[in-house]
Structures are given as structure tokens and as C-alpha cells.
């Protein structure tokens, strides 16, 4: 049984910091390509950041170049999205996904999913 399980969300004020984890089991983790999306009340589903099998090829949205940092520990089986001086347009459910074929930006490319941690930015 695949699992991804997010944690480290929960409420910030503006211009906080924030390190979300996702730790897997249930498949080879070193197999996959690793995605973070978000998703805010009435909104669709959007690409925060995704990174390669061996973490060497990363990109990011353009609200989060040089404020989100996307990395992993294939030993851990996790991966991390740490985000630095968060803005109340960050407040969003944060999921992370994993693909075995593709490196995108799109959410359905994209087979297992987290259930998903909540980060609230205060202004």
C-alpha cells in the first residue's frame, strides 16, 4: 500500500518560515519524481515545485523562485519544501505527489498523493 504523509504545516505570520515534510512508503522512493501542489478554497490545484529521482533538476512556481526550497533524502524516503518569507497568498492545503514517468507541472501527471498539511499565512 502506497502512503505519503505531509506534515510540518500549521499558522504563520507573514514573512515566517515553514519546512514541510512528505515521507513515503510502499513503493521505491528513489524511483520517483517528487511534486509539491497547493490548494486554496475555491481554487484549482496548482504546482508549487517538483524536483528529479536523484534530486538533481528542480524547478518551482514563479511566486516561490528564490523563497521555496525543494529537496530530498532518498534514505529517508522524504521529501521537503521548505518555505521562507511566506505571504498570506501562500495559505493553502500543501500535497506532494509522486510520478514514476513524468517530470511536470501537472497535477494529474502525477499518480500517488498525500492527504495533504494545511499552511496559513497571517498578514
Known amino acids: 500500500q502506497v502512503q505519503l504523509v505531509e506534515s510540518g504545516g500549521g499558522l504563520v505570520q507573514a514573512g515566517g518560515s515553514l519546512r514541510l515534510s512528505c515521507t513515503v512508503s510502499?513503493?521505491?522512493?528513489?524511483?520517483?519524481?517528487m511534486g509539491w501542489f497547493r490548494q486554496a478554497p475555491g481554487k484549482e490545484r496548482e504546482f508549487v515545485a517538483r524536483?528529479?529521482?536523484?534530486?538533481?533538476?528542480?524547478s518551482y512556481t514563479d511566486s516561490g523562485k528564490g523563497r521555496f526550497t525543494i529537496t530530498r533524502d532518498n534514505a529517508k524516503n522524504t521529501v521537503y519544501l521548505q518555505m521562507n518569507s511566506l505571504r498570506p497568498e501562500d495559505t493553502a492545503v500543501y500535497y506532494c505527489?509522486?510520478?514514476?514517468?513524468?517530470?511536470?507541472?501537472?497535477?494529474?501527471?502525477?499518480?500517488?498523493w498525500g492527504q495533504g498539511t494545511q499552511v496559513t499565512v497571517s498578514s
Open positions: 510502499g513503493l521505491t522512493f528513489s524511483s520517483y519524481n
Open positions: 505527489a509522486a510520478s514514476a514517468t513524468y517530470y511536470t507541472r501537472t497535477p494529474s501527471d502525477y499518480s500517488y
Open positions: 524536483l528529479t529521482r536523484n534530486g538533481d533538476v528542480k
